[in-house]
């Protein structure tokens, strides 16, 4: 079954505690994307990658880092989580050349007291 | 600065009825146009797209239009159903270097939809 895969899916932290959510694709796609949806501000992207080792900022990047040292792996790291970055995440895929659409996985709820 | 603007911000419609959701989007590169759906617990998944060659696109209960000169597109469900109860986004992208336009799609703020029976 074709699918963009989260990890973990529900998290609660504390201040400052390095975490990495994780995300990893089974289509064979070169796009990976984070992005995080808040309440009445829809979906921003945070970071994405265009292929292996080429990874570049989305609109709100700030506090978050990743990786793309595979194709199907996107792994996102924050580095010291603050409260402000309590959210929900999904990971994003799709080909590079395509119609434009996004497969994404099931989210990733975080939680930074 | 949100160059997507999704409205209303929520939506209760009756069974049968027509559910329209509006958006509007300031720049004039973006070329394709999606709309996601979101149901609790599960991520976005593409609902229907148009470019901007066409004024019109329907799939089935769904129907996107598109108003160039007003930078203006919108949703329309007819018969909703309550099965279509759910979160929907506008979203907007343009080719970057000749890459799809999927990498850099830019969603509105998002419309929840409840279809009473």
């Known amino acids: 079954e074709a699918q963009v895969t989260q990890n973990p899916r529900y998290l609660i932290t504390v201040t400052g505690k390095k975490l990495t959510v994780t995300c990893s694709q089974n289509?064979?796609?070169?796009?990976m994307s984070w992005y995080r949806q808040d309440p009445g501000l829809g979906l921003r992207q945070i970071y994405y990658?265009?292929?292996?080792?080429?990874?570049d900022k989305g609109d709100v990047p700030e506090g978050y880092k990743v990786s793309r040292k595979e194709k199907r792996n996107f792994p996102l790291i924050l580095e010291s989580p603050s409260p402000n970055q309590t959210s929900l995440y999904f990971c994003?895929?799709?080909?590079?050349?395509?119609?434009?659409?996004?497969?994404f996985g099931e989210g990733s709820r975080l939680t930074v007291l | 600065q949100q160059q997507v603007k999704q409205s209303p911000q929520s939506l209760i419609v009756q069974k049968g009825g027509i559910s329209i959701i509006n958006c509007a989007y300031e720049n004039t590169a973006f070329d394709y146009f999606p709309w996601y759906q979101q149901f609790p617990g599960k991520g976005p998944a593409l609902l229907i797209a148009?470019?901007?060659?066409?004024s019109e696109k329907k799939e089935g209960r769904f129907t996107i239009s598109f108003n160039k000169s007003a930078k203006q597109f919108s949703l329309h469900i007819m018969d909703s159903q309550p099965g279509d109860s759910a979160t929907y986004f506008c979203?907007?992208?343009?080719?970057?270097?000749?890459?799809?336009?999927?990498?850099?799609?830019?969603f509105g703020e998002g419309t929840q939809l409840t279809v009473n029976p």
């Open positions: 994003a895929s799709s080909w590079r050349r395509n119609t434009g659409e996004l497969f």
């Open positions: 979203a907007a992208s343009m080719r970057t270097a000749g890459e799809t336009s999927g990498s850099r799609l830019t």
């Open positions: 289509m064979n796609h070169e796009y």
């Open positions: 148009i470019r901007p060659d066409v």
């Open positions: 990658s265009m292929n292996v080792e080429v990874t």
